[in-house]
């Protein structure tokens, strides 16, 4: 029996929202590669995800999907959840980074409309997510 490996890439966009949610938390982490384990000549094959570790909790990643588990499968949050907790209650300059990122998740078609609605809604910056949108339907024409 052989069993192929094949490394996870983890996305530079994933990347950069980990280090934004950790600076904004202000906890170190550190990031393991995840995993494809195929038995060849079998339809055999399992995916260990990229694995985020911060204060003793396994956060499994799973590439563009916005679920985010916690310690197995068991528990998830959304990170859209973080980023909206982060315009509730964060500084200036760590909004002004959660925008960013939510206006480079909503051009590579991570997030719609509806997403970026429900981030910003009730929060200084919904009006400026407002606004950014409505220029983007613009845009279309």
């Given at each position: ?59 499994l ?22 980023f ?8 200036d300059?760590e ?27 009730d ?19």
């Amino acid at each position: 029996m052989e069993v192929e490996v094949k490394e996870l890439e983890i996305s530079s966009e994933l990347k950069k929202k980990i280090d934004m949610i950790c600076r904004f938390a202000g906890v170190s982490s550190n990031l393991t590669s995840g995993c494809v384990k195929n038995i060849k000549g079998t339809n055999i094959a399992y995916v260990k995800p990229p694995i985020l570790s911060v204060n003793g909790n396994d956060y499994l990643l799973f590439g563009e999907c916005d679920d985010v588990f916690i310690n197995g499968y068991s528990q998830r949050i959304k990170l859209k959840d973080i980023f909206r907790n982060i315009l509730l209650s964060g500084k200036d300059k760590e909004k002004d980074i959660v925008i960013n990122q939510i206006k480079d998740c909503y051009a590579n078609n991570l997030y719609n409309d509806s997403d970026i609605t429900y981030i910003t809604k009730d929060t200084s910056k919904e009006k400026e997510m407002t606004l950014y949108l409505e220029e983007k339907d613009y845009d279309i024409f």
